[in-house]
C-alpha cells in the first residue's frame, strides 16, 4: 500500500494573489490525491475558503523577517513536522523559507521552494537573503523567464549540490475563471454599484497599485486616446487594492483629474469575484513596468476569453501568443500602448471573440492549475521515493 505523502505549506499571508492561490489550490488537490494537506500561515482572506475537512491550516506569524522570529518559527515548525510527521516542506516565500530550511535540516525532512519573484537585490547581503529560495532539494520556477533568472544568479547552487531546478507553469481554476459561469444578475449587481456603462468600449486594469504595475502608464495611454479620437466612448477601470500605499492613489487619482478624464477612468478598490470584473470588460491590460514572473492577469483574461495587452516583458510573453490571444505593447511607453489599445478597439465584435476564443483554448492546454498540481505532486513522490 502506498505510503500517504503529508505536505506542509508555508506561506506569509494566504491573500489572493497568485503565491496564494496556488498554494489554496495544491493543497486541495493534495487532499484529494489522499495526501494528509497543511497550510502554515499568520492569516489571509482566502482561509475562510479553505475546507477545513480536507486542510488543515495551522497559524503562525511567519510573515515577519524579523531575525529571532525566524529563528523560533524554525524551532516551531520543527516541532509541526515531528507532531504531524510531515514528509515535505514547501516554501512560498523568504523569510518563512529560512524557517524552514533549518526545521528541515533539524528533522532531516524535504524541503522545496517555489520561486515567486524576481527577487533584485543590490547588495551581497540582499542576494544571501534571497539565496534562501534555491537551497531545497527542489526549486521550483513558474515560468521559463524566472528559470532564466535562477539560472543566471544561482546556477552555483546547483552545480555544487543535487539540487533540483525546473519549471512548473502556474496555474488558474479554469472552472471559475469561465464566463459562461456568470450569471447576468451579478454583472447587472456589479455594473450599478460601480456605475459602469456597458454600452461604452470598457478598458479594464487589474492589480495592486503599486508604480510597477505601471497604472500611470495606462492612465496616460488613455489620455492620448482621448485626445487623439474624440468620437471613441470608452471606459476604463483601475481595479486594485493600494494595501496602504495611498500617496501613490492620490497621484493616481490627480493625474486622472489632471487629464480631465474622470467621467473615463474609474477606480474600484477590490473586487471579491473578479471574473465578474473580466467578464464586463471588452479588453484586459496589464501594463508592469518591472518584468512579472508568470503574468496572471493575462492568464486569467484569456480564461475569460477577453483579449489581453501587456507588456512585452517577463512571463507575459509566455503567456500570450501574440496577435492571436493577444497583443504585447513596449513596456512603459505609453505611446505604444495607446496604438495598441486603439488597433483593438477598431476590430469587429467577431474578431474580439475569436481572440477570446483563442486565448481559452491556449489556457486550457498549458495554464490550467490540475497541471500545475499534477506536476507538483509528481515531483513530490519522486522526492520521497530518493528519501
Known amino acids: 500500500m502506498e505510503k500517504k505523502i503529508k505536505v506542509l505549506q508555508v506561506i506569509p499571508k494566504l491573500g489572493i494573489g497568485g503565491a496564494e492561490t496556488g498554494c489554496y489550490d495544491l493543497a486541495h488537490y493534495l487532499s484529494e490525491q489522499g495526501c494528509k494537506s497543511f497550510i502554515l500561515t499568520s492569516g489571509g482572506e482566502l482561509i475562510k475558503y479553505v475546507k477545513k475537512d480536507k486542510v488543515k491550516v495551522i497559524k503562525l506569524a511567519v510573515h515577519s523577517k524579523n531575525p529571532i522570529f525566524i529563528l523560533i518559527n524554525s524551532f516551531i515548525i520543527a516541532f509541526l513536522i515531528i507532531i504531524y510527521n510531515i514528509d515535505i516542506v514547501h516554501a512560498r516565500s523568504r523569510a518563512p523559507a529560512w524557517s524552514c530550511l533549518l526545521a528541515t535540516k533539524i528533522t532531516r525532512r524535504k524541503f522545496v521552494t517555489t520561486y515567486h519573484g524576481t527577487y533584485n537585490f543590490k547588495n551581497n547581503f540582499k542576494k544571501y537573503y534571497n539565496s534562501v529560495m534555491v537551497r531545497s532539494d527542489l526549486v521550483i520556477a513558474g515560468s521559463n523567464y524566472i528559470f532564466s533568472h535562477i539560472s543566471e544568479i544561482y546556477n552555483n547552487f546547483f552545480e555544487k549540490k543535487k539540487r533540483k531546478l525546473l519549471v512548473i507553469f502556474r496555474g488558474i481554476n479554469t472552472n471559475y475563471f469561465n464566463s459562461k459561469k456568470i450569471p447576468t444578475h451579478k454583472l447587472d449587481k456589479f455594473s450599478n454599484q460601480?456605475?459602469?456603462?456597458?454600452?461604452?468600449?470598457?478598458?479594464?486594469?487589474?492589480?495592486?497599485?503599486?508604480?510597477?504595475?505601471?497604472?500611470?502608464?495606462?492612465?496616460?495611454?488613455?489620455?492620448?486616446?482621448?485626445?487623439?479620437?474624440k468620437q471613441q466612448t470608452f471606459e476604463g477601470i483601475i481595479i486594485g487594492n493600494d494595501q496602504g500605499r495611498n500617496v501613490y492613489t492620490k497621484q493616481l487619482i490627480g493625474l486622472v483629474q489632471q487629464y480631465r478624464l474622470s467621467k473615463n477612468i474609474?477606480?474600484?478598490?477590490?473586487?471579491?469575484?473578479?471574473?465578474?470584473?473580466?467578464?464586463?470588460?471588452?479588453?484586459?491590460?496589464?501594463?508592469?513596468?518591472?518584468?512579472?514572473?508568470?503574468?496572471?492577469?493575462?492568464?486569467?483574461?484569456?480564461?475569460?476569453?477577453?483579449?489581453?495587452?501587456?507588456?512585452?516583458?517577463?512571463?507575459?510573453?509566455e503567456t500570450i501568443v501574440e496577435n492571436k490571444t493577444g497583443f504585447l505593447f513596449e513596456s512603459g511607453n505609453a505611446n505604444s500602448l495607446a496604438d495598441t489599445i486603439v488597433m483593438a478597439m477598431e476590430k469587429d465584435y467577431n474578431t474580439l471573440k475569436s481572440i477570446g476564443f483563442e486565448g481559452r483554448k491556449n489556457v486550457l492546454k498549458k495554464f490550467d492549475v490540475d497541471k500545475m498540481c499534477q506536476s507538483t505532486f509528481t515531483e513530490y513522490k519522486k522526492l520521497i521515493k530518493l528519501s
Request: aromatic share 6%; proline share 6%; hydrophobic share 40%.
Open 194 to 229: 460601480h456605475n459602469i456603462d456597458r454600452q461604452k468600449f470598457i478598458i479594464l486594469m487589474p492589480g495592486r497599485l503599486t508604480p510597477w504595475k505601471g497604472q500611470k502608464t495606462f492612465i496616460e495611454a488613455l489620455n492620448l486616446i482621448a485626445q487623439k479620437n
Open 266 to 317: 474609474k477606480f474600484i478598490n477590490n473586487c471579491e469575484e473578479m471574473p465578474i470584473a473580466y467578464r464586463i470588460a471588452n479588453l484586459v491590460c496589464s501594463c508592469s513596468t518591472d518584468p512579472e514572473a508568470f503574468g496572471r492577469v493575462s492568464v486569467e483574461s484569456q480564461a475569460m476569453e477577453i483579449p489581453i495587452i501587456a507588456s512585452n516583458i517577463g512571463g507575459s510573453v
